[in-house]
């Protein structure tokens, strides 16, 4: 029996090591198939479909979701979203709620995907996570030559070529790295966004003057320890570094509209602190919230290590709402 036993347990021994090589090996067969799956162009058909764009002379993929309810003979507003890093856009369809709101809101929905640090070794959460190029995170060489904020205009001219969007409804938002691409590129001299809105994510531009303001909606839990509202150390998977705080974050992106910086508590229950900046930049602190997005499925990261995850606030809704009020004029 005890040698039996033994047997049994220095097979298992053997096998983790070729069954751990083999499920990295699958990864990698499906990330490279999914590649090769995607088509070049979107089909004016309803679903999720999953595609790919040349941009910068370099392949980009994105993930596409039509409502059923939608008329393509009609104009439609189109909304963009931004993952975090280590994310990919197909989950933030699917997982938190913009697919659903999209069938509702009767508009169509874009997530593209960032490139992983290293653009020529397979995406890994851990490893070699999917980013976009705000400083934020540690590149290779190549990565940090990579134009993003043209990937974006390229697949906004490609939403445009193929459907017919309503280019005063254009809009974009993001999630923590994809938060600070979004503040990124509604300072860039391309912005063509009607508004922005971004979700436990840093301001990482330095003095943005952006060429006109933009509606701004800005979501935070006051219990993310990815992006601590006092600033400070921000730990995360990848990097350690100093923060400053929030409020000093956001009164420079109001700077840079040429509205107040002194931002001024419209209401306070027990959800959320709303703070103002100006008619058309709010800040909503979510109590109790964490990194991840509000509402959203759990992403199945430890909450020590993101924080607690609430639904008291639906982040997708209250945002297609912030977009529905702040066409461009």
């Known amino acids: 029996m005890v040698r039996r036993l033994f047997s049994i347990l220095l097979l298992l021994i053997i096998s983790i090591p070729i069954l751990l090589a083999a499920s990295m090996m699958m990864r990698r067969v499906r990330y490279f198939s999914m590649q090769q799956a995607r088509a070049d162009a979107p089909e004016r058909e309803t679903g999720l479909q999953k595609l790919r764009i040349t941009s910068d002379g370099r392949v980009r993929t994105y993930c596409l979701y039509v409502p059923k309810s939608l008329d393509l003979s009609e104009m439609t507003p189109l909304v963009m979203v931004l993952h975090g890093a280590g994310g990919e856009g197909e989950m933030y369809l699917t997982r938190n ?15 593209p995907d960032g490139l ?44 445009q070529s193929r459907f017919k969007i309503d280019s005063k409804r254009i809009f974009l938002c993001g999630h923590s790295n994809g938060s ?33 303001p933009i509606p701004t909606l800005y979501l935070i839990g006051d219990k993310d320890p990815l992006n601590p509202l006092a600033g400070g150390i921000q730990k995360t998977p990848w990097n350690s570094r100093e923060v400053p705080p929030v409020q000093n974050q956001l009164a420079e992106w109001a700077k840079g509209m040429g509205i107040r910086t002194q931002s001024v508590i419209r209401s306070d229950d027990r959800t959320k602190t709303v703070v103002e900046f100006g008619p058309s930049f709010q800040e909503w ?7 991840m997005w509000p509402g959203g499925e759990e992403a199945g990261l430890p909450s020590r290590f993101v924080g607690p995850s609430l639904n008291s606030v639906d982040a997708t809704h209250e945002i297609w709402k912030f977009f529905q009020s702040h066409p461009r004029a």
């Open 116 to 159: 992983p640090a290293r653009v020529r070794a397979v995406p890994n959460f851990l490893t070699n996570p999917r980013i976009w190029r705000t400083g934020q995170v540690s590149t290779a060489a190549v990565r940090s030559n990579i134009d993003d904020l043209k990937f974006l205009d390229d697949l906004f001219d490609r939403m």
């Open 97 to 111: 709620g913009w697919e659903k709101q999209a069938e509702l809101g009767r508009f169509i929905v874009v997530a």
């Open 285 to 291: 602190i979510i109590k109790g919230q964490g990194h």
């Open 180 to 212: 600070s691409m979004a503040f990124r590129y509604a300072a860039s001299p391309n912005c063509r966004v009607a508004a922005v809105a971004m979700v436990a994510g840093q301001m990482t531009e330095r003095d943005p003057i952006l060429k006109q």
